[in-house]
Each structure stands twice: as structure tokens, then as C-alpha cells.
């Protein structure tokens, strides 16, 4: 949706739901529309509680205003949540 305040809003997604919203300017570019279906398949924010967007190690922190940047997909940590790759997972325990 285009709206008075589309400069305060990027797009938003509930967890696991199947739609994604996305302001006018920002429906184009590559990291909010990842960033959102990863909310689609149950991913929360990368960060912490000072930073909620602030680990950019993968896409669900910050959003990038850019037509085909940045080149990377969800982090290690998002992809052990969603169960891919889980056939290359070692788990390790401490025997000490």
C-alpha cells in the first residue's frame, strides 16, 4: 500500500503466516522481500535487545535499500532453525 507515512515503513509479515506486505518504494528490492518470507516460514529478527535488526550476518537483520544487494540468503543460525542442511549438522557436547 502507498500511504502518507510510506517512509516509516518498509514491510511486515506475521510468523507463519503466507502473506507479506510491502510499502510501495521498498516492494522492489531483494532484502525486505527475503526478510519477510522469512517471517512467513517462522523466523524472528536477528539481534539482540539493544539492536532487534542489528546482526547483518544474514537477512533477517537490517533491510538493504537495493535492487539486487546484498548477495546472501539467511545466516547458519536461521538455516539450523529451519531443519536446512540438517544432514551436514554435527552436534557436539562438552564432556568435560
Given at each position: 500500500p502507498n500511504?502518507?507515512?510510506?517512509?516509516?515503513?518498509?514491510?511486515?509479515?506475521?510468523?507463519?503466516f503466507?502473506?507479506s506486505?510491502y510499502?510501495?518504494?521498498w516492494?522492489t528490492?531483494?532484502?525486505?522481500?527475503?526478510?519477510?518470507?522469512?517471517?512467513n516460514?517462522?523466523?524472528?529478527?536477528?539481534?539482540?535487545?539493544?539492536l532487534e535488526y542489528?546482526?547483518?550476518?544474514?537477512m533477517?537483520g537490517?533491510?538493504y535499500?537495493?535492487?539486487?544487494?546484498?548477495?546472501?540468503c539467511f545466516?547458519?543460525?536461521?538455516?539450523?532453525?529451519?531443519?536446512?542442511?540438517s544432514?551436514?549438522?554435527?552436534e557436539v557436547?562438552?564432556l568435560a
Amino acid at each position: 500500500p502507498n500511504t502518507e507515512d510510506g517512509d516509516r515503513w518498509v514491510a511486515y509479515a506475521y510468523l507463519g503466516f503466507r502473506t507479506s506486505v510491502y510499502n510501495d518504494r521498498w516492494c522492489t528490492y531483494l532484502s525486505p522481500g527475503m526478510h519477510e518470507i522469512g517471517h512467513n516460514l517462522r523466523l524472528r529478527h536477528s539481534g539482540d535487545s539493544e539492536l532487534e535488526y542489528g546482526d547483518q550476518s544474514g537477512m533477517m537483520g537490517f533491510s538493504y535499500e537495493e535492487d539486487n544487494a546484498p548477495i546472501m540468503c539467511f545466516n547458519a543460525a536461521k538455516n539450523y532453525e529451519l531443519g536446512w542442511f540438517s544432514d551436514c549438522v554435527t552436534e557436539v557436547t562438552n564432556l568435560a
